[in-house]
């Protein structure tokens, strides 16, 4: 009996856990640069489940753990025709400076420069260019190529700094659209990526999918409920009937 209540309620649990995943996605799936966080479930097998010391000899106990990850797949890009927005076309990301000097990665090139000429994100944290210095322009028409050169009145004023990284496991995410990640697991963007001028990245959450996978969350949830409801009764009726003498 106990080890229902704690298969159904962790499973229970679980589940929570990924509708707050997933309702958080479909809440930003209009963020420029969002990317979506998605749960994995493994078993965890164990000879213990049985009573202490009387572990079941028949079969293996299981229960399915979860763990969230962010997902690193490039979203659809849009041109908007606007000189500040840049898109990144492979796995890489932009380097920004966060108010205490750190710096974080993101994927949303919707910039904007502030009246000094420093170019910044919606978040107000300074774009770095490829040595690591906040980017300031001169006031222009601005153009970009490729590799993130971006040209003042047709000069060369500052080049974006792009970083990829070595393990995409090992992220996690900061205040708004940007994430941390160790400084040893972040390398130099090669030549595969590519940058585009006045466009910019969507979300990589795929609506259509997500709310699917939100309806069968949610009957799953249901389910296992059903299931902690069924095993609670069932506990109350042997509380009741204990102690009584059968006529």
Do not use: W
């Not at 993130?148 to 990829?164: C, K």
């Not at 309806?215 to 609670?232: A, D, F, G, V």
């Amino acid at each position: 009996m106990q080890l229902g209540f704690f298969i159904s309620g962790g499973a229970g649990q679980m589940m929570q856990n990924r509708l707050d995943s997933i309702s958080n996605n479909l809440a930003n799936a209009n963020t420029i640069g969002y990317m979506e966080d998605k749960t994995a479930f493994s078993s965890m097998f164990s000879n213990k489940m049985g009573r202490e010391g009387q572990p079941d000899s028949t079969s293996a106990a299981s229960l399915s753990m979860n763990s969230q990850y962010t997902s690193i797949e490039p979203g659809s890009i849009r041109n908007t025709g606007s000189e500040f927005d840049f898109a990144i076309q492979g796995k890489a990301f932009f380097r920004v400076q966060m108010q205490d000097g750190s710096e974080a990665l993101t994927r949303a090139g919707n910039f904007r420069m502030d009246a000094e000429g420093n170019l910044k994100t919606q978040g107000g944290q300074a774009v770095l260019d490829n040595s690591g210095t906040p980017i300031q322009l001169p006031i222009g028409k601005i153009t970009a190529t490729d590799n993130g050169t971006i040209f003042v009145n047709g000069e060369p004023a500052s080049q974006l700094g792009l970083s990829m990284l070595k393990d995409a496991r090992q992220i996690q995410k900061a205040e708004g659209v940007l994430i941390h990640t160790p400084i040893e697991n972040i390398i130099e963007a090669d030549d595969s990526v590519a940058v585009h001028h006045m466009s910019l990245e969507q979300s990589n959450v795929n609506s259509i999918l997500t709310m699917t996978s939100m309806i069968s969350t949610m009957r799953e949830y249901e389910s296992m409920m059903k299931t902690l409801e069924q095993y609670n009764q069932q506990a109350s009726q042997l509380n009741d009937r204990v102690g009584v003498v059968q006529g």
